[in-house]
């Protein structure tokens, strides 16, 4: 039963990551922190999408956040693995 939980997780993430857009989201925050305005003003897309993929992410456990104020700084949980694992496909 074990094993088939790590198989559930290890779906819910190549899931989260095939998409262009997190992979995108993914690729700036391999460079650091960064708050949804700046996501928004890299991908030239809406706080609405943005703020949608970067809950998929969240909810895969790829990424998480830092409340600074009104703030939420976003950052990959595990930088090295997910550096490894996207480099593996590139």
């Given at each position: 039963m074990a094993q088939e939980k790590d198989f559930t997780r290890q779906a819910r993430i190549f899931k989260?990551?095939?998409?262009p857009t997190r992979l995108m989201i993914i690729d700036s925050l391999l460079k650091g922190e960064?708050?949804?305005?700046?996501?928004?003003?890299?991908?030239?897309?809406?706080?609405?999408?943005?703020?949608q993929h970067l809950s998929i992410l969240k909810a895969s456990g790829i990424v998480d956040f830092c409340q600074k104020g009104n703030l939420r700084g976003y950052h990959l949980k595990d930088l090295e693995k997910i550096r490894t694992l996207i480099q593996s496909v590139s």
């Amino acid at each position: 039963m074990a094993q088939e939980k790590d198989f559930t997780r290890q779906a819910r993430i190549f899931k989260a990551l095939a998409h262009p857009t997190r992979l995108m989201i993914i690729d700036s925050l391999l460079k650091g922190e960064k708050c949804v305005g700046d996501i928004q003003d890299l991908l030239q897309s809406s706080q609405p999408n943005v703020s949608q993929h970067l809950s998929i992410l969240k909810a895969s456990g790829i990424v998480d956040f830092c409340q600074k104020g009104n703030l939420r700084g976003y950052h990959l949980k595990d930088l090295e693995k997910i550096r490894t694992l996207i480099q593996s496909v590139s």
